[in-house]
């Protein structure tokens, strides 16, 4: 037999869900709130009463006192039941409907008395201060029970203190009305309390579905693991409001776009400053897997709008595989450079072997002369106009690709370059993608050319590539230097329309320019322009430039 489960235990305490905590919290706010002003405004109220009923009987002792036939009265009769003293105050009790007007003589004796046997009897309370000359006010005890009580002194023409009238209010007439007055309270109580109540349930409702019926702990379980998810990726997260501000950065965002926590709360046009980063994060370009370019880093946005009105957008980094994709076009066609190569090299052997055979030795010296002497110019001929080391490298190699190519690479007579470069890798990075895109611009073309010219001004270095392609219309010379455009089909390993951008982005982070117009004969002529280009001739040229820095440093 399985065991008994075991009963369930009555959990008592707050409920789960957000909308009826909520709710809860805010009835009992409400019922709180209601019954401390009822009570606030009783507890004035009584006293208020208990003022009113003393004042009132003051008021009516003043006016019986100011009467002169009662002074005189008190002077010239006894005190006795039927007496003039008795029949007046009498009448003015009953007019007033006050408790009881007491006269009384300058020893305490009554006059007048609603009870007749206490006419003639000394009064229960101490007159003194009447009897003195002040006025009294006050809530006390007497034979006719606890009284709200007003006492004056009596006067006689003269002015002469001959005696005193003292009035009591009952004070059960003050509870009664201050009784009276609970229900009225306590309906205008209710009706405020009714009233705080739809509000909470109206805003409990609109909690509920902002919140989506989540409790509180889910909240913050939620809140904890968006920090943790947040700051644990690798991929750029910025939130911004309905009017592009940005209300949120993690740790990869701030990295990629080089901005830090001051950047919260600004606009994008503030932060980033303009350009296509911000185009993109601010929606004004559209569509998936948008490449830009930050600094030095190829970045691909995606943007998601939220229901607020705002947009969440995420950024990844794409630097290191560009840089992989070109290289692996690079080795493409270094291999298949080589593969042609080494065909031709094995026509050469076996041409060698037949002049060796045929005992043509002469020929064939001369003939191992012209295909070494080939390679040997044109690397001389490099060298001698360009004589830093990486950029000459760099022109050695695209030759040999461009001639595998039917493509004739040509160094401008023009050509100067010393070895004195702030950042040569830097100019590489502008030269290779230069003169990659002159060879895809000619390659398959009759009589392709293409040739390249570094100048010196001064300090300033000109670049020049031209070539003998098609040519760039126009309408799309300053388009081909935006991130992403490309009239190229992009390959499966990488995007296109990075290479242009990237040398505007270097050429205008050194001052300078980089722009393209139309060749003589036909063909494209890009120019860039790099002021500040050269060191001092006495001072060591420098390895490493700003493709070095940080991102921080770039933002900078």
């Not at 840089?323 to 052997?349: F, K, P, V, W, Y």
């Not at 044109?378 to 106009?385: D, G, L, R, S």
Request: a negative charge; glycine letters at 10%.
């Amino acid at each position: 037999m399985s065991p008994t489960p075991p009963a369930r235990r009555l959990r008592l305490g707050l409920p789960r869900r957000m909308f009826s905590q909520v709710l809860l919290m805010q009835v009992a706010i409400a019922a709180g709130v209601a019954v401390l002003a009822t009570g606030l405004f009783l507890a004035p109220l009584g006293n208020q009463l208990d003022d009113q009923a003393m004042r009132r009987a003051l008021a009516i002792a003043q006016t019986t006192a100011v009467q002169p036939q009662i002074a005189e009265d008190v002077v010239n009769t006894p005190p006795t039941a039927g007496g003039p003293v008795q029949r007046e105050a009498e009448r003015i009790r009953k007019a007033t409907q006050a408790e009881y007007i007491v006269v009384m003589d300058w020893r305490g004796v009554r006059w007048s008395h609603p009870t007749p046997g206490e006419i003639g009897r000394t009064v229960s309370t101490d007159p003194g201060q009447a009897l003195a000359g002040h006025e009294v006010m006050q809530i006390d005890d007497g034979t006719l029970g606890r009284t709200a009580r007003g006492k004056v002194p009596l006067r006689d023409s003269d002015g002469d203190i001959v005696g005193a009238v003292s009035v009591g209010i009952a004070y059960d007439s003050v509870r009664a009305r201050l009784i009276h007055a609970i229900p009225e309270l306590l309906a205008y109580a209710g009706g405020a309390l009714a009233v705080g109540a739809l509000a909470a349930w109206l805003i409990s409702r609109r909690v509920h579905r902002q919140t989506r019926d989540l409790a509180f702990s889910d909240i913050s379980g939620l809140l904890a693991e968006r920090e943790a998810m947040l700051h644990g990726i690798r991929e750029g997260v910025v939130a911004l409001d309905r009017t592009d501000r940005i209300r949120l950065l993690n740790d990869e965002a701030r990295r990629l776009l080089g901005i830090g926590d001051e950047a919260v709360g600004r606009s994008l046009d503030e932060a980033l400053g303009e350009g296509r980063t911000t185009d993109v994060l601010a929606g004004r370009v559209t569509g998936t897997d948008l490449l830009t370019v930050r600094g030095q880093r190829v970045l691909v946005a995606n943007r998601m709008p939220t229901d607020d009105g705002g947009a969440v957008a995420t950024l990844r980094d794409r630097t290191e595989l560009e840089q992989l994709g070109r290289e692996l076009d690079s080795t493409r066609g270094l291999i298949d450079a080589l593969r042609a190569q080494d065909h031709e090299h094995a026509n050469r052997m076996h041409t060698l072997l037949g002049l060796l055979e045929l005992e043509m030795y002469n020929d064939a010296v001369e003939f191992v002369g012209e295909v070494v002497g080939d390679h040997r110019a044109t690397a001389e001929q490099v060298t001698e106009k360009i004589q830093d080391p990486l950029l000459a490298a760099l022109l050695v190699g695209k030759a040999t690709v461009a001639a595998e190519r039917g493509v004739a690479l040509l160094v401008s007579d023009r050509t100067r370059l010393p070895d004195r470069l702030v950042d040569p890798r830097g100019i590489v990075t502008i030269v290779g993608n230069l003169v990659d895109n002159a060879l895809d611009a000619v390659a398959g073309t009759a009589h392709a050319r293409v040739e390249v010219e570094l100048r010196t001004e001064g300090r300033a270095v000109v670049l020049r590539v031209c070539d003998t392609g098609p040519g760039i219309p126009a309408a799309h010379r300053e388009l081909i230097f935006t991130e992403g455009w490309s009239t190229k089909e992009a390959p499966a390993h990488r995007e296109r329309g990075i290479g242009l951008s990237l040398v505007r982005r270097l050429a205008e982070r050194q001052g300078g320019s980089a722009g393209v117009d139309q060749a003589h004969g036909g063909g494209a002529e890009f120019t860039v322009v790099l002021p500040e280009a050269l060191t001092e001739p006495d001072v060591e040229p420098a390895l490493t430039g700003p493709t070095a820095r940080t991102a921080e440093e770039e933002s900078r």
